[in-house]
């Protein structure tokens, strides 16, 4: 591998994948091709920005020539498609852009892919593809697909997109689905980011439905690795779940986040419900571990401390970004929710 196109690397986990791999691998070179959406910001990676090695391409994976431009100008031998609409939440409210990039926008991928004979191309999925769990049980790779929100219909569709290409052309596709990540530079429509922020506002914690429904924490530079992992071992049609084996009901996360900033759980509102809201995600991820080798090891408690740190110390971070846009969105989805 000498040359590596990341999609999406101004987001949330693209971005701290882009820094990972300048790190891990000095010898690559890294482009970065991204739209930057209201969720791209490259303020994530203005300490990588001067690295030779790090080319930034502001565009669109549904734009097929731009594409091909730059898998054919920095002689791209490895594709991971991070580039998506990520918040279930505004695919509630409108979901033609998820189904444009999310699913559009592979196809695109894959065409180029299979033109210039990429020799990796990794999909960025989700454990949203599988639907929802009951009490008990967790997701494996081999479990139907059965997505719930056009966010998670749209992932899987891209999915089977890759399946398709790998079945039909041999496009060397391989699919990895991982559990929630939280850690820096987590745009803050998501919970983890948005509860902090909140609370050192002293602004109202808005837990849909009753709170019980459970998320699988990963720490992102955990999901980094098996990425890296699956590009270097990964078996070409395979699909990889990550996880971490950490479930936490939402009211829980929230009120260790509420106990560590030394805020009165006062501030929790709980508000109507999500609707289509997947009770519970927990992640069977035995075969990457058996198969390549790869399992997290940061541990949550200091991961999640690092975390609530980094939001405290990078204020004027997260003061840009949710100024603007993100005040329409937010009174939009929270306005009625949040009243009296
Ligand atoms: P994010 O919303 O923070 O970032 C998405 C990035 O994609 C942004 O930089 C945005 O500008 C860019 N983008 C959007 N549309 C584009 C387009 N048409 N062309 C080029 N760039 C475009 O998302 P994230 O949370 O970092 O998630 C990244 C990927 O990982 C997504 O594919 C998501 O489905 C997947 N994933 C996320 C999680 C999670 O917990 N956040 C877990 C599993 C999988
Ligand atoms: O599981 C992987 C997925 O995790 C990714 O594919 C998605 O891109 C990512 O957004 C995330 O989806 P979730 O819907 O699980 O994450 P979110 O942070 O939006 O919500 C986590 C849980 O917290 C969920 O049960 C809904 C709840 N929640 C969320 C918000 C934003 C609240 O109770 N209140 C909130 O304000």
């Not at 054919?72 to 991070?82: A, G, L, S, Y």
């Amino acid at each position: 591998m000498q040359s590596i196109l990341v999609t999406g690397g101004a987001g949330f986990i693209g971005s701290n994948f882009v820094r990972y791999i300048l790190q891990n691998y000095p010898d690559l070179t890294v482009v970065n091709l991204d739209k930057l959406t209201y969720a791209g910001n490259l303020e994530n990676l203005r300490d990588v920005e001067d690295n030779p090695n790090y080319h930034f391409v502001k565009g669109d994976i549904c734009n097929q020539e731009l594409v091909e431009y730059v898998v054919r100008k920095f002689n791209v031998d490895v594709v991971v498609n991070f580039a998506a609409e990520s918040h279930v939440d505004r695919s509630i409210l409108g979901s033609e852009v998820f189904m444009r990039t999310n699913v559009i926008g592979t196809q695109v991928l894959l065409e180029v892919a299979k033109k210039y004979e990429i020799e990796k191309f990794i999909q960025i999925s989700t454990d949203e593809v599988y639907g929802s769990l009951g009490p008990t049980g967790k997701f494996t790779e081999d479990m139907p697909l059965s997505p719930n929100s056009p966010y998670a219909a749209s992932k899987a569709s891209a999915d089977l997109l890759c399946r398709a290409y790998f079945k039909t052309f041999g496009v060397p596709i391989i699919i990895t689905r991982c559990s929630n990540n939280f850690g820096p530079y987590q745009f803050p429509e998501k919970l983890i980011p948005l509860m902090i922020i909140n609370a050192l506002n002293d602004k109202p914690l808005p837990v849909y439905g009753d709170g019980e429904n459970v998320r699988d924490w990963i720490y992102v530079l955990d999901h980094c690795r098996a990425i890296d992992f699956v590009i270097q071992r990964g078996k070409p049609g395979e699909i990889y779940n990550i996880g971490a084996s950490n479930e936490w009901r939402n009211i829980d996360i929230v009120k260790l986040i509420l106990k560590k900033l030394n805020k009165p759980e006062s501030l929790i509102k709980f508000v109507k419900d999500r609707p289509g809201h997947d009770r519970r995600y927990a992640m069977d991820w035995t075969k990457i571990k058996r198969e390549l080798g790869w399992e997290p090891i940061f541990s949550f408690e200091e991961a999640i401390t690092e975390t609530i740190n980094w939001y405290i110390q990078n204020e004027d971070w997260w003061k840009k970004v949710i100024s603007g846009e993100y005040q329409n969105y937010y009174q939009l989805w929270y306005g009625e929710r949040l009243k009296n």
